[in-house]
């Protein structure tokens, strides 16, 4: 019962955690920590835009407001095709903060002193599909690019960032 992993239980773990600290999201962290208990929810969509809306939605039914990274550049989906280019401002419109998810092999396709441009890019045409700024970027599959995939590096305003 302790060790699933399933809807439930991770409701119950939020329920459990929202009664004494509040769901804050990365770009709130901007002015600073807030001065009472809080807790970040972050999600990588590595995989699918669609069951993280379905996700959002759960969330933010419950009053919970957390950051989902999202890609650009996957295998597994394109946030520009037709079925998955109002997720992020549907994400987005729930509360939630929309974050670039990135990977670190696409820009090293290119020189390293274009790195800041290609990522500002991308992190712009994602706000422009959510609708609101990007503040936060983060990393995906550090483990795969030599990073040292610890989750510290995240970045609130539009520098480079941690694991996932
Ligand atoms: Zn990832």
């Known amino acids: 019962m302790r060790d699933r992993f399933d809807h439930e239980t991770y409701w119950r773990i939020l329920d459990r955690l929202s009664r004494t600290h509040r769901p804050v999201r990365?770009?709130?962290?901007?002015?600073?920590?807030?001065?009472?208990?809080?807790?970040?929810?972050?999600h990588d969509i590595d995989f699918s835009p669609a069951a993280a809306l379905r996700l959002a939605e759960?969330?933010?039914?419950?009053?919970?407001?957390?950051?989902?990274?999202?890609?650009?550049?996957?295998?597994?989906?394109?946030?520009?095709?037709?079925?998955?280019?109002?997720?992020?401002?549907?994400?987005?419109e729930l509360g939630h903060e929309v974050g670039l998810h990135y990977d670190l092999r696409f820009l090293?396709?290119?020189?390293?002193?274009?790195?800041?441009?290609?990522?500002?890019?991308?992190?712009r045409l994602l706000g422009r599909l959510s609708g609101?700024?990007?503040?936060?970027?983060?990393?995906?599959?550090?483990?795969?690019?030599?990073?040292d995939g610890d989750g510290a590096g995240h970045r609130v305003g539009p520098e480079v960032v941690g694991a996932g």
């Open 26 to 42: 990365f770009a709130d962290l901007r002015p600073g920590l807030p001065g009472t208990p809080f807790f970040i929810l972050r």
């Open 58 to 92: 759960m969330e933010a039914a419950r009053g919970v407001r957390a950051t989902y990274f999202l890609l650009l550049n996957t295998f597994y989906y394109n946030l520009l095709s037709p079925e998955h280019t109002d997720v992020p401002r549907r994400i987005a």
């Open 108 to 123: 090293q396709a290119f020189p390293g002193r274009r790195f800041k441009e290609l990522l500002d890019e991308q992190a």
């Open 132 to 147: 609101v700024p990007v503040e936060s970027v983060a990393l995906h599959q550090p483990a795969l690019v030599g990073e």
